[in-house]
């Protein structure tokens, strides 16, 4: 997987993501309106991430990975 696309998972109930090394980009709205997420792990390798990709999630906390 190289990119999450715009509005992938939109109103998820997952509370913790972990990204593949291979994931570069992370689209528009991706993770929207995921009031459960509370942690997302994102790869070096992820270069773009859209300005509202975490829109309306308000607990996610968001670990780089260098």
């Known amino acids: 997987?190289?990119?999450?696309?715009?509005?992938?998972?939109?109103?998820?109930t997952a509370q913790a993501v972990?990204?593949?090394s291979t994931?570069?980009?992370?689209?528009?709205?991706a993770f929207a309106h995921c009031p459960n997420l509370i942690y997302i792990e994102i790869p070096a390798s992820c270069t773009s991430i859209a300005e509202?990709?975490?829109?309306?999630s308000p607990n996610v906390f968001i670990y780089h990975i260098d």
Do not use: Q, R, V, Y
């Open 18 to 20: 972990i990204l593949p």
């Open 23 to 29: 994931c570069t980009s992370i689209g528009h709205l």
């Open 1 to 12: 997987m190289e990119t999450i696309e715009d509005e992938a998972f939109m109103e998820s």
């Open 52 to 56: 509202d990709a975490f829109f309306n």
